[in-house]
């Protein structure tokens, strides 16, 4: 069994159920500007714990000086989520809640809690990309619509107006290829906004995502990991 299919098995027992919402909604993609860093607090993944002893209101705090948007991990399984991270975050910084998506009931979690952008996995939603993604827009938040190839990517587009996140991570073999993913962005270029995924780790990655045209990257591990990298990012933004 595939990653992405124990995953669907997992849904079945999650019963989330959406809080009445307090915070305004605030538009996740001008936050990014001309080009945003998004940082993501992700304390575990597949491959094992990333760091778990890092509180969520420490990490949101020292990078709010130096990204411009927070993604938030709410899959409990692999990812040791939790949707009330995202309040904390939103105190901050925009907020991208990050799951995997199959339902309009999920999205009303995101919504209740606070969140200001929902990720939408293409490979995982399948048909329902574009519907859950329309969902999310009728409530006022922003869809980002994870895309690993460059076909994909472009049939998206001939639905409307999306942003897209370029995944560097394969999501059944978990490789990361930046090289892949670069591809994928100049075949989007100039068409869409769009941010690239995975594998960021350092300031000449950022650079590279600018000359490709992104509108900002997602940095997860590499921030958790060393929080002060956040710094020299933003110093690479500047260049770019």
Not at 30 to 35: C, I, N, P, Q, S
Not at 39 to 65: Q, T
Request: charged residues 30%.
């Amino acid at each position: 069994m595939s990653f992405l299919e124990e995953v669907r098995r997992s849904l079945r027992y999650r019963a989330e159920r959406p809080p009445p919402r307090e915070a305004p909604v605030e538009d996740f993609r001008k936050a990014l500007g001309d080009f945003g860093i998004i940082a993501e607090y992700k304390r575990a993944s597949p491959s094992g714990v990333i760091r778990a002893d890092l509180p969520p209101w420490s990490y949101f705090e020292e990078l709010s000086h130096y990204v411009d948007a927070f993604s938030v991990l709410t899959e409990p399984f692999w990812f040791m989520g939790d949707l009330r991270f995202i309040p904390i975050a939103k105190k901050f910084k925009p907020v991208l809640a990050k799951d995997f998506v199959l339902s309009r009931q999920q999205i009303d979690v995101f919504f209740g809690y606070g969140a200001d952008a929902v990720l939408i996995i293409s490979e995982f939603a399948l048909e329902r990309t574009v519907e859950l993604a329309e969902y999310v827009k009728k409530l006022g938040m922003t869809p980002l619509i994870e895309v690993g190839d460059a076909k994909t990517a472009l049939e998206v587009l001939e639905y409307g107006d999306f942003l897209l996140g370029i995944n560097s991570r394969d999501l059944n073999t978990l490789e990361v290829s930046i090289e892949r993913a670069l591809g994928v962005a100049e075949a989007v270029a100039g068409r869409a906004d769009f941010i690239m995924e995975s594998g960021i780790n350092k300031p000449d990655h950022v650079e590279m995502a600018c000359r490709k045209g992104a509108r900002g990257v997602l940095v997860g591990t590499a921030l958790m990991r060393e929080p002060g990298l956040a710094k020299a990012l933003r110093e690479a933004v500047k260049k770019c």
